[in-house]
């Protein structure tokens, strides 16, 4: 397979954690405009000590990094170069989460945060004719009441976020704890999504949709070891996003070889592919598509169905949804010209 065409097909990014776009070189420049030492200093250190054994683990490490990020202009700059190598690898809209909570947490002001983001994300738009979106997520390990108390914060942001999502460690940690957070979110015109079933029985996806109403299962992957479950996300045409190249570098799967996203694929599953933390999972989204089509053996026109998927599987207004659709269109028939 041509190597470029998973980079360069028009595709949405819907499972982004903007905090998992900090390559190590901003880190250590950031850490300097912010006057912090790093116990790592060199950009090699970093990258090396990005060794993963399950999803804790990488956590323990994403949230030590995120302590560099201080202002709006830090949080603009992050975004900024999260989109320019999106954009190089096909993006054309992103549904970007962020966790609130690990920054406001340090002292950061909510609106910094946004503030940041949106100036990012709307340069992106005026120069490269990207659109994008701003997901908040709560920190699943930390108490309900503190994820209510940041929905009520967010509340003055309201017109600049559209979703509210879960994160952070899985298991023992099930959905349902959030329901209150989540029936408030909802009432307040968030739409709802969750991660669930990446390290997490299928029961939590089961509540991620019944008890929470998420529009959109963030991995989903342990789906696959419940047929009624996978009849249900099918029937409903309840959106999954998966991150192949996560999954792998957390030891969800054992190798991409062995990834469900076929199995997903031939199920009826609405699957996008996702690149989730790519400063740490060694992959940005064009990498991910071009991983899967190589070591899954997915076709071109399999890929270029996974990215139309992408584009319904957003929440995007129809008429740019059928714009962008009509661009995966032209680009499979560039290809094929
Ligand atoms: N936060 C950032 N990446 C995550 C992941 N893959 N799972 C849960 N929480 C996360
Ligand atoms: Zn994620």
């Not at 989460?97 to 503030?115: C, E, K, L, N, Y």
């Not at 994300?121 to 994008?132: Q, Y």
């Not at 991995?219 to 996560?246: F, K, N, Q, W, Y």
Request: charged share 20%.
């Amino acid at each position: 397979m041509d190597d470029r065409f998973g980079m360069t097909l028009p595709k949405a990014e819907l499972h982004l954690h903007i905090e998992g776009t900090l390559e190590p070189e901003l880190m250590i420049a950031l850490a300097s405009r912010n006057g912090i030492d790093l116990p790592l200093s060199s950009v090699d250190a970093v990258r090396q000590a990005y060794e993963f054994t399950n999803l804790q683990s990488f956590l323990d490490i994403y949230y030590r990094g995120t302590e560099v990020l201080r202002t709006a202009e830090d949080f603009s700059d992050l975004a900024a170069a999260y989109l320019r190598t999106a954009h190089a690898q096909g993006v054309r809209h992103v549904e970007m989460f962020f966790d609130p909570q690990t920054h406001t947490s340090r002292g950061v002001p909510m609106g910094a945060v946004i503030d940041g983001l949106t100036a990012a994300i709307a340069e992106a738009e005026a120069s490269l004719g990207m659109s994008g979106a701003l997901i908040m997520c709560f920190l699943r390990h930390l108490p309900v009441a503190h994820a209510m108390e940041t929905l009520e914060a967010a509340l003055p942001h309201a017109d600049r976020i559209i979703g509210v999502g879960l994160d952070s460690s899985e298991v023992g940690y099930p959905p349902s704890m959030f329901v209150e957070v989540y029936r408030r979110a909802v009432a307040e015109g968030f739409v709802p999504v969750a991660h669930a079933g990446e390290e997490g029985p299928p029961e939590y996806v089961w509540e991620a949709i019944d008890v929470l109403g998420a529009r959109r299962i963030d991995h989903g992957i342990r789906s696959m070891e419940d047929p009624a479950l996978v009849r249900r996300l099918a029937a409903d045409g309840i959106p999954v996003t998966v991150c192949p190249l996560s999954n792998v570098r957390l030891q969800v799967v054992d190798r991409l070889t062995a990834h469900p996203l076929p199995a997903m694929l031939d199920a009826g599953l609405s699957v996008s592919i996702n690149s989730d933390d790519p400063a740490y999972f060694g992959g940005y989204i064009g990498d991910n598509y071009t991983a899967v089509g190589a070591e899954l053996g997915l076709d071109r026109a399999t890929l270029a169905e996974i990215a139309r998927q992408s584009f319904r599987s957003s929440f995007l207004p129809q008429r740019r949804r059928d714009a962008l659709l009509a661009e995966v269109d032209a680009a499979v028939d560039g290809d094929a010209s």
